[in-house]
């Protein structure tokens, strides 16, 4: 069982990321490889402010404000710059690696004998239970906070902008400061999600971003498909779905390693039952 | 939603297995790799010997298949199984599995000395649950050496590292103290991924280099084909300090034999499971190390080698 709760806890884990996605995709419909970067730099930020003796939760702003700022580079090269925003992304992701390795000073930095997150008040005796119950706390926070944002007249020019850019414009709206916000906003989330997992596996490495993406992206659509029916766009039940997107992604290779797949064919039974999870809504409705 | 919920019920009930009163051996790769595979067979060679063999223990055996949440995912799967013991291979489930559990014995394999990968607390002590085999990096003065010694005239070294590596990163720190001290001029250039490689060997290579130093990281052991067939074309022979390279095109090499290194760290676990105590284990040096070289290689750049050195396919 408490195999499970760590596979819904990876998944909270990443659920800030699925939601920075969720922005940057969803929204402004750019499928944003910075997030590769942005991931490590969270969770870089993390490990070096920790190691160095300051408190877990001094870190978190920081790296999210550091993945916003690769963001914001990302957004600028695409809106100022008119690069394409995929080669912007990856243009930033690259970059990113070299301001990774510099900031770490080394490839992998383990935690072993600091404070975590997840060590800084105690609701339970059991870590995992710690976990799980400060990691939904943070994402109970930042979901909220993203509804909230989403809402104010900022955030509906926000999510006009991804709707019809042109319109906007002619209704005296900065799409680009709209944009590079946004795209901002999506990798300080990221970041977040990256200052999580390197407390939760208890080590930043270099590596540790590469196809983070893929999990993103993943997790958006099985929420979307999940949980979206016709008509109904409402974006509490879309971040709602993002988030279970996330831990259903975490389940559905949790279940694949507990029945002892050969490892050879580990991504490929992965990959099948996401297509299982994700077609049977789908399946029924045409029946 | 509802066939969400049916399939979230699938996976509790399906996470219920029969008990066995065998011991539970965890072993955990981080990919799929030829040397790695090595270790592994070494280490459960050990365990058979021992008299530990699919009759009396069981395995769990998970590959993470270099994604990093997966190897996390894999070790917390092994760790719910209440293992008697986790072996890891190589360095980052090492480093996983000491944050995950103090009190599994963890037998590491193909991993630096804890120090080195900052395994050990302000006091300088491992972890007390750490056992298994390491390697620190004096071994790479010897190999690197071997080109002294085999190519009297050689002046320029020329190498690629992996910045994302640890082990890749420490290990050049240490060859270019080494060939400094032996008037060698070291000629560097770092690849982050083995789909780079060709184009940095080949920018190497037209820096005349004499000879090839390949380090032990992941980038070259993915690589060591097109490495080899570069240099080949030049004319430059490959030294490396895995003897698994010099069966993929290195000339010679010195250093830890990847079987032994396996075979150590299972020894050690098998001694534990006979005594059920970990009193008197500690994270130990690897023994084996032996010289050795490619003997289609050695022809073609016309080299000889004497009887310390063994020869290989």
Same mark, same amino acid.
């Given at each position: 069982?408490?195999?499970?709760?760590?596979?819904?806890?990876?998944?909270? @884990?990443?659920?800030?990321?699925?939601?920075? =996605?969720?922005?940057?995709?969803?929204?402004?419909?750019?499928?944003?490889?910075?997030?590769?970067?942005?991931?490590?730099?969270?969770?870089?930020?993390?490990?070096?402010?920790?190691?160095?003796?300051?408190?877990?939760?001094?870190?978190?702003?920081?790296?999210?404000?550091?993945?916003?700022?690769?963001?914001?580079?990302?957004?600028?090269?695409?809106?100022?710059?008119?690069?394409?925003?995929?080669?912007? $992304?990856?243009?930033?992701?690259?970059?990113?690696?070299?301001?990774?390795?510099?900031?770490?000073?080394?490839?992998?930095?383990?935690? =072993?004998?600091?404070?975590?997150?997840?060590?800084?008040?105690?609701?339970?005796?059991?870590?995992?239970?710690?976990?799980?119950?400060?990691?939904?706390?943070?994402?109970?926070?930042?979901?909220?906070?993203?509804?909230?944002?989403?809402?104010?007249?900022?955030?509906?020019?926000?999510?006009?902008?991804?709707?019809?850019?042109?319109? =906007?414009?002619?209704?005296?709206?900065?799409?680009?400061?709209?944009?590079?916000? $946004?795209?901002?906003?999506?990798? $300080?989330?990221?970041?977040?999600?990256?200052?999580?997992?390197?407390?939760?596996?208890?080590?930043?490495?270099?590596?540790?971003?590469?196809?983070?993406?893929?999990? @993103?992206?993943?997790?958006?659509?099985?929420?979307?498909?999940?949980?979206?029916?016709? $008509?109904?766009?409402?974006?509490?039940?879309?971040?709602?779905?993002?988030?279970?997107?996330?831990?259903?992604?975490?389940?559905?290779?949790?279940?694949?390693?507990?029945?002892?797949?050969?490892?050879?064919?580990?991504?490929?039974?992965?990959?099948?039952?996401?297509?299982?999870?994700?077609?049977?809504?789908?399946?029924?409705?045409?029946? | 939603?509802?066939?969400?919920?049916?399939?979230?019920?699938?996976?509790?009930? /399906?996470?219920?297995?029969?008990?066995?009163?065998?011991?539970?051996?965890?072993?955990?790769?981080?990919?799929?790799?030829?040397?790695?595979?090595? &270790?592994?067979?070494?280490?459960?060679?050990?365990? #058979? *010997? !021992?008299?530990?063999?699919?009759? /009396?223990?069981?395995?769990?055996?998970?590959?993470?298949? +270099?994604?990093?949440?997966?190897?996390?995912?894999?070790?917390?799967?092994?760790?719910?199984?209440?293992?008697?013991?986790?072996?890891?291979?190589?360095?980052?489930?090492?480093?996983?599995?000491?944050? #995950?559990?103090?009190?599994?014995?963890?037998?590491?394999?193909?991993?630096?000395?804890?120090?080195?990968?900052?395994?050990?607390?302000?006091?300088?002590? /491992?972890?007390? +649950?750490?056992?298994?085999?390491?390697?620190?990096?004096?071994?790479?003065?010897?190999?690197?050496?071997?080109?002294? !010694?085999?190519?009297?005239?050689?002046? #320029?070294?020329?190498?690629?590292?992996?910045?994302?590596?640890?082990?890749?990163?420490? &290990?050049?720190?240490?060859?270019?103290?080494?060939?400094?001290?032996?008037?060698?001029?070291?000629?560097?250039?770092?690849?982050? !991924?083995?789909?780079?490689? *060709?184009?940095?060997?080949?920018?190497?290579?037209?820096? +005349?280099?004499?000879?090839?130093?390949?380090?032990?990281?992941?980038?070259?052991?993915?690589?060591?084909?097109?490495?080899?067939?570069?240099?080949?074309?030049? !004319?430059?022979?490959?030294?490396?300090?895995?003897?698994?390279?010099?069966?993929?095109?290195?000339?010679?090499?010195?250093?830890?034999?990847?079987?032994?290194?396996?075979?150590?760290?299972?020894?050690?676990?098998? /001694? %534990?499971? #006979?005594?059920?105590?970990?009193?008197?284990?500690?994270?130990?040096?690897?023994?084996?190390?032996?010289?050795?070289?490619? *003997?289609?290689?050695?022809?073609? %750049?016309?080299?000889?080698?004497?009887?310390?050195?063994?020869?290989?396919?």
């Amino acid at each position: 069982m408490s195999f499970y709760l760590s596979a819904i806890i990876l998944g909270l @884990g990443f659920a800030s990321l699925a939601m920075g =996605i969720f922005i940057s995709m969803r929204i402004f419909n750019i499928p944003d490889i910075t997030t590769d970067g942005s991931f490590t730099l969270g969770g870089v930020v993390a490990a070096v402010l920790i190691s160095d003796g300051y408190t877990p939760l001094f870190a978190l702003p920081i790296a999210f404000f550091a993945g916003a700022a690769a963001g914001a580079i990302t957004g600028f090269i695409h809106t100022r710059l008119k690069v394409n925003a995929l080669l912007a $992304g990856i243009l930033v992701m690259t970059a990113l690696y070299s301001i990774n390795l510099a900031i770490m000073g080394r490839s992998n930095l383990p935690l =072993i004998n600091y404070p975590s997150i997840f060590s800084s008040s105690s609701f339970s005796d059991s870590l995992a239970i710690q976990q799980f119950i400060i990691l939904t706390l943070i994402i109970l926070v930042i979901f909220s906070a993203l509804i909230w944002l989403l809402k104010t007249d900022f955030g509906l020019a926000m999510r006009a902008t991804g709707n019809n850019e042109k319109m =906007i414009r002619a209704l005296g709206v900065n799409t680009d400061a709209m944009k590079i916000f $946004g795209i901002a906003l999506a990798n $300080g989330l990221t970041a977040i999600s990256g200052y999580l997992i390197t407390q939760i596996q208890g080590f930043a490495d270099i590596n540790m971003g590469i196809g983070v993406v893929i999990i @993103g992206l993943g997790s958006v659509m099985i929420g979307q498909i999940l949980f979206s029916r016709k $008509g109904n766009e409402r974006l509490l039940i879309q971040l709602t779905g993002v988030i279970i997107g996330s831990i259903v992604f975490r389940m559905i290779l949790a279940f694949a390693l507990s029945i002892g797949i050969d490892a050879i064919y580990l991504k490929l039974v992965v990959a099948v039952f996401v297509l299982i999870v994700v077609s049977i809504p789908n399946l029924k409705s045409k029946a | 939603m509802k066939y969400l919920f049916y399939s979230f019920l699938l996976v509790f009930i /399906s996470c219920t297995s029969p008990k066995s009163n065998k011991p539970i051996i965890g072993f955990i790769d981080q990919l799929q790799d030829e040397t790695l595979e090595k &270790a592994k067979t070494g280490f459960f060679d050990a365990l #058979k *010997q !021992n008299g530990f063999d699919s009759s /009396s223990i069981e395995v769990i055996y998970r590959n993470a298949q +270099n994604d990093q949440p997966t190897m996390l995912q894999s070790l917390d799967y092994i760790i719910s199984k209440n293992p008697t013991l986790i072996a890891t291979n190589p360095t980052l489930p090492t480093i996983s599995a000491v944050q #995950k559990t103090k009190t599994i014995p963890i037998f590491m394999m193909v991993s630096p000395r804890p120090d080195l990968a900052k395994l050990t607390d302000a006091a300088g002590k /491992s972890p007390a +649950n750490l056992f298994g085999t390491y390697e620190t990096l004096d071994y790479l003065d010897t190999a690197l050496l071997l080109i002294k !010694n085999v190519l009297p005239n050689a002046k #320029k070294v020329g190498t690629i590292y992996n910045q994302s590596e640890p082990q890749s990163v420490d &290990a050049l720190a240490r060859i270019e103290k080494t060939c400094t001290d032996a008037g060698l001029v070291l000629i560097k250039m770092p690849v982050n !991924n083995s789909s780079e490689t *060709q184009l940095v060997v080949a920018s190497l290579l037209s820096e +005349n280099i004499d000879a090839f130093f390949a380090l032990p990281d992941n980038t070259v052991f993915s690589s060591m084909e097109i490495i080899v067939k570069s240099c080949d074309d030049k !004319n430059v022979p490959v030294f490396t300090s895995e003897e698994g390279l010099v069966s993929r095109g290195a000339v010679a090499a010195f250093g830890a034999d990847m079987y032994q290194w396996g075979f150590q760290s299972g020894t050690q676990a098998a /001694s %534990f499971l #006979k005594s059920k105590s970990t009193s008197g284990l500690a994270p130990e040096i690897v023994t084996v190390r032996r010289r050795v070289y490619n *003997q289609m290689k050695a022809e073609q %750049f016309g080299l000889a080698f004497d009887s310390t050195f063994t020869s290989v396919k």
